[in-house]
C-alpha cells in the first residue's frame, strides 16, 4: 500500500504562484512514477506532469513554460511549482504514484485561482 498525502493548494490571484507537494509513504519501489494530475468542475480529470524516478518528464502543453515538476527520491516526495497561474487552472490537484500496474491516486488539493 502506498498513501500520498498532497499539501500547498489554496487560493491566489491571477499571475501569483503556488508550489504543491505530495509526500509518498508505505510501500515504495524504486523506478516508480510520481506526478499530478487535476480535475476542474464538470470537467475529467487530466494529466498536469509525470517525473519518474530517473528524472524523466511527461507534461501537458498547458504545464509547459509555467509549471515545473520535480522530486526528491530520498523524501519520497513530488513537487509541482506553479507559476503566472490563470484562472483556467482553477482545480482539485491530484497526486499520482504509479509503479507497474500499481496505481494510487493521493486525496487532492485544491487550487483556486481568482481573476
Known amino acids: 500500500q502506498v498513501q500520498l498525502v498532497e499539501s500547498g493548494g489554496g487560493l491566489v490571484q491571477a499571475g501569483e504562484s503556488l508550489k504543491l507537494s505530495c509526500v509518498a509513504s508505505g510501500t515504495i519501489y524504486n523506478g516508480n512514477i510520481m506526478g499530478w494530475y487535476r480535475q476542474a468542475a464538470g470537467k475529467q480529470r487530466e494529466l498536469v506532469a509525470l517525473?519518474?524516478?530517473?528524472?524523466?518528464?511527461n507534461s501537458a502543453d498547458f504545464a509547459k513554460g509555467r509549471f515545473t515538476i520535480s522530486r526528491d527520491n530520498a523524501k519520497n516526495t513530488v513537487y509541482l511549482q506553479m507559476n503566472s497561474l490563470k484562472p483556467e487552472d482553477t482545480a482539485a490537484y491530484y497526486c499520482?504514484?504509479?509503479?507497474?500496474?500499481?496505481?494510487?491516486w493521493g486525496q487532492g488539493t485544491q487550487v483556486t485561482v481568482s481573476s
Open positions: 517525473m519518474t524516478s530517473g528524472g524523466t518528464i
Open positions: 499520482r504514484y504509479l509503479l507497474g500496474s500499481t496505481r494510487y
